[in-house]
């Protein structure tokens, strides 16, 4: 995704609804080349068009999720993405800041494979270079997974050094958190198949609470987020042997 549809996917996250006109105004280019461009975000689902008008998506489908503070995750997910060497297996589970980590993987490293559970990622990156497996399972449409035993069955014929993945919350007490039982319970089946677990989060998600235990800090190995990370949690995570990355939000 080029830079321009970056600043404005941003421009249009701040002002939820802007004309077609501004925005080639304030991107410096002219409105057939951003008709063009709000096109293109618009058939990944980023945005919507109305009558002049780029318009933010309101629904909770990845598609709606991965356009706020999509600048944020996208610097999460490159910084992630220094820790796969050319040639390797990763494994990654649904959520917008992996998306555009196998987004990274699949244009900018070589001999990449991805495992994942993930309609959603596979479509994305259906253009990159990556080699794609993607598991079965009983599908959820909103999120775009498969989960649930048949994806546990699929996912233990695979064994790699990391997997990838996103969180709904964090608690003090529990750790990380999900909002959805069936899907929690996946992504710890595919946990037991890698051996480290890697969480990529924007610093939001540390004011949210899910419902599901989805796992211990002393069972995540890295956690990449942004500078924006409350430092009581930055220390305890520290304090738990967690390595945090963080990209800079400025």
Known sequence: MTDRYTKLLEIVNKNK???V?????LLKVSQVTIRKDLGALEEKGLLKREHGYAVMTSSDDISSRLAFNYDIKRK????ASELVRD???VMIESGSSCALLAEELAFNKKDITIITNSTFIA???REGNAKVVLLGGDYQPESQVSVGPLTRKCVKDF????LFIGTDGYNSKIGFTGKNLMRTETVKAMAESADKIIILTDSSKFS???VVSQFKINEISYLFTDDNIPEVIFENLKKEKVEVQMASVN
């Open 87 to 89: 040639g390797e297996t």
């Open 159 to 162: 064994f790699v050094d990391k």
């Open 17 to 19: 609804r802007i004309e």
């Open 123 to 125: 479509n994305y990156i």
């Open 208 to 210: 949210e609470r899910g």
């Open 76 to 79: 999460i997910a490159r910084l």
């Open 21 to 25: 006109s501004k925005l080639a105004e």
